[in-house]
Each structure stands twice: as structure tokens, then as C-alpha cells.
């Protein structure tokens, strides 16, 4: 049952949950200011003494402070389990602001109150404890996660790439992306004006032993995921996670558990990478949780965090990579039913080349993606600038 107070905190309803708590619209009680206050209870069950300790590690991340990074306010314990007070975030999740179009943006419903495209019902809990939602008009948001939007809609219209990238947007021309050359190798991309996308011959006969078999989305869904305006949000919202990443591994964190959930874009298009660090004060060294269960998602995890191996930054970074072949390609690197079927995969085989599965995908994004998912880490680009220059091309 939703609590009523949290400490200081007037809880006013659920926003959401996820693997390891739930996180809820607050009152700050002494300033009426809103927060996001996340309830740690799905993680490892702990007395209040663990949990106290838990929310002095968690104290370190009100240090930080950048524009990408989501703002941590204060910390706690409530009957046991401890809490993370957060700048709240009237915005979407990286998914869902992708699939936004524009006549769905600029249609009636829309109204600046939020209250048109969707309307939110408590419904009984699903496996994970989230709060369903109705959709009223328009459709239901890809991820499912439909959520009242607390904004204008028209914040996010659709315009020409050329227009709404320069100049405040930070990567160059070559970002915009209109149909843009296939490359010569599928796995690499090449920039090569010459070639021409529709000479391009699928690779069946590349993929090298041990390869994902090609299993492309159906046209219509490509040329959804290739939209100009789509391909400039998803790389102007990958530049700005680069900037998250590049603070936060310079302050010693690595995030560990990177997912289209954990990256909100508010109505000023400006990214928020969420729950950074959390993974890391919840695992062991091993990355494991006191009760033996994996910390992060497991579609997103890197070979070295899948074995247990010391982490730093370049499992972000393959995290990242994941997310980017994800969302141009509709299907992860890797797939299976189980998770030791998906960790045999990511360790033992190669993923389907980007541009096969997606012939008229941006070549950039491919050639970083599949950079950022190589095997060895020292393979990758090693820093999350790297990752930005390569973007910004
Ligand atoms: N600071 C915030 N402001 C606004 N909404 C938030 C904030 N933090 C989280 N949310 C919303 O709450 C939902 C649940 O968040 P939570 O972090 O618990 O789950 P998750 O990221 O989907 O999964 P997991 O915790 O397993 O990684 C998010 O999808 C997001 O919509």
C-alpha cells in the first residue's frame, strides 16, 4: 500500500516501479516543493541499521551536481527501507520520447494541462508493482509505461532536423540524417557517398560463425525507427548521456544498470540520467546483492559484468551500446529466453551487423554501437568523451 507520509515527505502518488523500489510524486512538507522520492524495498532485505548505512553511502550523491545528472536532495530510512529524494522529472522516458510523432503532439488532445493523450488508472499490481495506465485518445506510448504527461506535448512537435538540431543541439551536420550511405562493411559502416543504399546486398553471407541470425522488423517499423526527427533526438539524447557518463566516472561512479528507463528527457529536450550509483551501494564486488540476485538489467550488461569481473566505466559504455543498436535496429544485440542463454550469447557470439537489420539506419550511430559492444573492454572506446567526439563527427 502506497505510504502516506515519507519523513517530510506528502506522498502524492506512484509514478512508477522497477526492480529494486517504487518511486512516488512527494511534498516536501517544509518548502511545498515536489520531489521524486524513491523507496528502496525491492532490493536486499536489511535491518534499519544496514539501511542506515546504506542511505550514509547514498549521502554522496547529493555531492554531484550536473545539468544531465538527475539531483539528489536528501536521503533516509522509512520502517527499514531506505529512500532517495530526487529532483523530479516532468518528462518522458528515453523510449517513449522517441516514439512521440508530431501530429499526436500537435493534436487537440493535447492540451498544455496534460490531461488529453492519457489518463492514469490504479490498477491491480503487475509482476513488477506498476501502476497501469488507460490510454484516453491517441495511442498507448511505446514502452507501455504510459504516464500523465505534466506538459504541453507541443514541446516535443516535430520539426526539420535542420532546424531543431542547430543550433542548440550540440552535434554537427552530419547528425540530421536523411537517407544516409550503407555502408561498405556492415559491421564498420563507411561514410561513402558512392554507394548506393538500395545496391546493398544483405549479409547473410558475412555473419561469421557464431553470429545472431538477421531477423529484421518489418519496413514500416524501420522506417519508423529511421525517422530523420527520431534519429536526431535519439543522437542528440546519446550525446547528452555522454556528458552524464564523462561526470559521473570522473567522480569515480559507474553506473551499472543503463537503460532506456533510466534516461528521462524533460519538455526542454534536456536529458537526466537516473539511478546512477544505486547498483553499485546495493552489490557487493562481485556485483551481486546480498541474497546472491544479479545487480543491473540483464540485456544491458557487459561480458566483464556478467562474470563478475571489477567494473569501470566501459561497462557503461557497452550499456550504451546495447541501448543505441536497440533502439535503431527495434532489437537488442542479443536475445533468448533465459537469462544463461542470453549471458552464453553476449559472451560467446556476435550480434547481427546494425545495418543489416537496418540497411537505411544512420551509419554513425551503427559504427559507434557496435564499437561500444565489443567483448574486451579495451576493444571499445574507452572513455565516454570518446564516445561524444565519434557522435559529434
Ligand atoms: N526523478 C524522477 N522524476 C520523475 N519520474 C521518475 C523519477 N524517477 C523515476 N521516475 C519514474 O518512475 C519510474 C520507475 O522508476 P524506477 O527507477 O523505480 O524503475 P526503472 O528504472 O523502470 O527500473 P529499475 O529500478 O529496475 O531500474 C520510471 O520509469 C520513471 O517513469
Redo the contacts with the bound molecule.
Sequence with gaps: MRPKVIGPYRVLET?????????YRALDSRTNDPV?L?LLTGGPAMDSRAARRLVREFETLADLSHPNV?KVYDTGVFQSSPFLV????EGL?LRDYLSLRGEELLSPASGSSGSGLFRRSEGPASSGGSTSMEAVSGRELESG?A?PLPFDLSAFAEEAPSDELAPSMRFGTSGSAAVLPVPMDPWLGSDSDEVDPLDFELPYDVTEPGTEPVKREPAARLEELNRPERVGRLKDAMLQVCEALAYIHAHGLVHR?LKP??V?VDEDRQVRL??FGLAKFLADDAGMTLDGRMVG?FRYMSPEQILGEPLDGRADLYSLGVIIYELMSGRPPFDAKSPVDLWHKVLETEPPPLLALNQRGDAQLARVAHRLIRKEPDDRFQTAEEVYEALSE
Design positions: 509514478l512508477g516501479s522497477g526492480g529494486i523500489g517504487t518511486v521524486a524513491k538527475v530526487m529532483e523530479l522529472i522516458t509505461e504516464r544498470d528507463s533510466n528521462m537516473m539511478d538489467t
